[in-house]
Nanobody, 119 residues
Framework: VQLVESGGGSVQAGGALRLSCVAS????????MGWFRQYPGKGREGVSA???????SHVDTVKGRFTISRDNVKNTLYLQMNDLKSEDTAMCCC???????????????WGQGTQVTVS
């Protein structure tokens, strides 16, 4: 399983970014997918996740601001991030597992990550 993220960058507070994660073919419709972020010196935090049936979970701090979606034809997972805040600054990674883990951190497969910086 390969996962490649893109879409990170530097934005001002209140701005928006859309992250993309391109997965190996055949993963999107059989795996639970999630977005996580990691702050320097701290562990990963689950941000948003979508299981095989389309059930979605978000951490409370992003509810109403972030939207997770996927395109099974393009093998791509997205995270639309609106109204960004300085505390959203982190390395963001996507993850995949054939078990429905939602926001749990022990996913089997991880991408390299894309940096999000909000000033």
């Amino acid at each position: 399983v390969q996962l490649v993220e893109s879409g990170g960058g530097s934005v001002q507070a209140g701005g928006a970014l859309r992250l993309s994660c391109v997965a190996s073919e055949g993963i999107m419709d059989t795996y639970c997918m999630g977005w996580f972020r990691q702050y320097p010196g701290k562990g990963r935090e689950g941000v948003s996740a979508m299981d095989i049936d389309g059930q979605v979970s978000h951490v409370d701090t992003v509810k109403g601001r972030f939207t997770i979606s996927r395109d099974n034809v393009k093998n791509t997972l997205y995270l639309q991030m609106n109204d960004l805040k300085s505390e959203d600054t982190a390395m963001c990674c996507c993850a995949a597992d054939n078990v429905n883990l939602q926001l749990a951190r022990h996913y089997s497969y991880w991408g390299q990550g894309t940096q999000v910086t909000v000033s």
